[in-house]
């Protein structure tokens, strides 16, 4: 059997319960039912403090700084985060300014959100997109946004964020799959 893909999903909500972090666990659900998966999900309700208190990454406790690790090593990263004042909170930033510069160039991301109403779905591009795009990530073209209409008892329940989540996960997968490697022409 293949090597299972690695998922570092990241939730950038630090409320427990957790709307985004239902949404991160139905997406990777998703990819677990097209793909062998290896998931791993970073909350930052766990490390927000001890994250927050670092400015440089050499001050990072040696448990976050596996955490960064985990995300520089992902094949895939899950970037999902409430939206806060129209943007990603500013402890979700602070992580990615912690990250290495060049560690995500290349690396597939799948985008995330969730806010309080419809009106600030375009965080997904307004926000996120640009963010990761400067770390020269690839983005992956669909992202899935949620509002608390879609969830009950903090789990996904509307059809139409099933639908948008199943859309996200058979976009994605066939991007991962063995048969579609093509390889590169010897330079
Ligand atoms: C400080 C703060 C600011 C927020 N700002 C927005 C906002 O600008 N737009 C929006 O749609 N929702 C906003 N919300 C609502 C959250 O984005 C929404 O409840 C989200 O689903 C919370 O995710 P969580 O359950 O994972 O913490 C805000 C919530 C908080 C606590």
């Excluded at 985990?70 to 806060?84: F, K, R």
């Excluded at 510069?101 to 806010?115: H, I, M, N, R, Y």
């Excluded at 640009?130 to 009950?152: H, K, M, R, S, W």
């Amino acid at each position: 059997m293949s090597k299972p893909l690695k998922i570092v999903a990241v939730n950038g909500s630090t409320q427990q319960p957790s709307r985004t972090l239902a949404l991160v666990e139905a997406l990777i659900a998703e990819l677990d039912a097209r793909l062998h998966v290896d998931a791993h999900v970073i909350n930052l309700a766990d490390i927000a403090r001890p994250l927050g208190g670092a400015l440089w990454r050499r001050e990072l406790p040696t448990a976050i700084e596996s955490q960064l690790q985990a995300i520089e090593s992902a094949d895939l990263v899950i970037a999902a985060s409430p939206v806060y004042r129209g943007a990603y909170p500013g402890h979700f930033k602070h992580l990615f300014d912690l990250i290495g510069q060049e560690a995500l160039a290349d690396k597939p991301v799948l985008l995330a959100a969730t806010g309080g109403s419809d009106r600030h779905a375009l965080v997904l591009e307004h926000q996120l997109r640009p963010l990761f795009g400067f770390l020269q990530a690839l983005t992956l073209p669909i992202g899935v946004y949620a509002t608390p209409l879609d969830f009950e008892n903090y789990t996904v329940q509307s059809p139409a964020l099933r639908e948008r989540i199943r859309l996200a996960a058979d976009r994605a997968a066939p991007l991962f799959a063995a048969h579609r490697r093509v390889a590169l022409k010897a330079a």
